[in-house]
């Protein structure tokens, strides 16, 4: 039986995974007729059964009961995986939580393999905390010890950028000078790479990697800053209250618009405090609705609400966002020109992060052939103009965003694994 070996793309808000199966690579149908899912679960409380994907926010916007988690990838490496959270309950360590996400993925795969795939290279931003090596380094090993525990025997790591990359060599029929730009959901990673047909078959690419960085910012980070200048304000965000106009509390909102710590806010403590505060708020209509939040445990659907407008806003100058799950024909008009002035910053530093990759690749922008565009962040309109101003002589490939990091992890393990197959008897793939 040929040894089969697959790329897995756990991103903090999409996933996929991809399988070289006798030579041939492609995605794998993990959610229906869907080669991508959203990296969700829900856990339903009745019996604390886990669904995942399209399925779980679906169940968590039907205001099922139970407990939805999202943007689980951006506690690897932090204090939180060690501290677990309760779920319906009952406390729940986060490696589990991310292996049961991460198994039925893998699960998909071996039916599609018709065996179990005990070969796997993982994605992996260039950096999942920044400017702390010791934290990026635990949140790998996190990780390996994940997929060793879902049943992987053999584990490598690949930047989720450079997996792009070989995603589209396969298609090309000149050399190229490239830049990758992946933007996902909680990074924005950087790759300045050689692309060559007569490459796709070298185990070893480090000659061919110019460059890469990358910075824990984005979508998720656009969706916080959407929230906190178009629609917090709207729950008594920077209002005040007390005689001595004193400016309401702001942790909790900025949780409130971070997808990986609504879950923490429902607490008993915090929502006795804000109906104390509500007495005292100079703006009780507005501040009101952050109480209605807490205590319907809403947090999510008003992130699904900035999440939704974001999109909206690639392609409408303005968007009406509707909130009648706080109150009755409650919506807020929000336009673009407010968005781009909200994501300022964090765009700016995505793009210092891809001018340092040109720096550290000794390489100026005018020599670069192609920039790939990866991850559903690209569309944002401001990282477009963005980009498109960066590199105004390159070609633009922006085909399967949500899809090419998988792919790309396909072919990588395909020649990384066709070693280890050939001294066990299996003739080695030949990319398709």
Known sequence: MTTISCGIDFGTSNSSIAIDNNGEIGLVPVEQAHVTIPSAIFFRSIDNRAFYG???????????????????????GTSLMKQGTVVNGASMNF????????????????????????????????????????????????LRAIAQRIGFKHIEFQFEPIAAAFAHEAKLTEDKLAIVVDLGGGTSDFTVIRLSKNSIHKADRSSDILASTGVRIGGN?????????????????????????????????????????????????????????????????????????????????????????????????????????????????????LFEKAIEEEVEK??????????????????????????????VHSIQVAFR?????????DENKLSSVGLGLAYDSQNRFGKINKSAGTAPSAIA
Not at 263 to 289: A, C, V, W
Not at 389 to 397: E, G, K, R, S, T
């Open 54 to 76: 399209r399925t779980a926010v679906n169940m968590f916007l039907d205001r099922q009961p139970g407990r939805f988690m999202r943007s689980l990838k951006r506690v690897l």
């Open 95 to 142: 490696p589990t939580i991310i292996a049961s996400f991460i198994k039925q993925l893998k699960d998909k795969a071996d039916a599609a393999a018709g065996q179990e795939i005990e070969q796997v290279v993982m994605g992996r931003p260039v950096h999942f905390v920044d400017n702390d090596p010791a934290a990026d380094s635990r949140a790998q090993d996190e």
């Open 221 to 337: 980070d656009f969706d916080k800053e959407l929230s906190l200048a178009a629609i917090m304000p709207e729950l008594g965000y920077r209002s005040t209250y007390g005689a001595k106009n004193l400016e309401v509390p702001l942790k909790q909102y900025h949780d409130l618009a971070e997808w990986s710590k609504v879950n923490f806010l429902y607490t008993p403590k915090l929502i006795m405090q804000t109906r104390q505060l509500l007495h005292e708020s100079h703006d009780k209509k507005r501040y009101g609705r952050l109480l209605h939040v807490l205590e319907h445990e809403t947090g999510h659907t008003l992130l699904a609400a900035s999440e939704e407008t974001k999109i909206a806003l690639t392609d409408e100058y303005e968007h009406k966002a509707a909130f009648d799950f706080i109150e009755d024909d409650f919506s807020i008009l929000i336009k673009r020109d």
């Open 350 to 379: 995505i793009a210092a992060s891809a001018r340092q990759c040109l720096q550290d690749a000794g390489v100026r922008r005018e020599a670069i052939d192609l920039v790939i565009l990866t991850g559903g962040s690209t569309e």
């Open 389 to 397: 101003q960066l590199f105004p002589n390159a070609a633009i490939a």
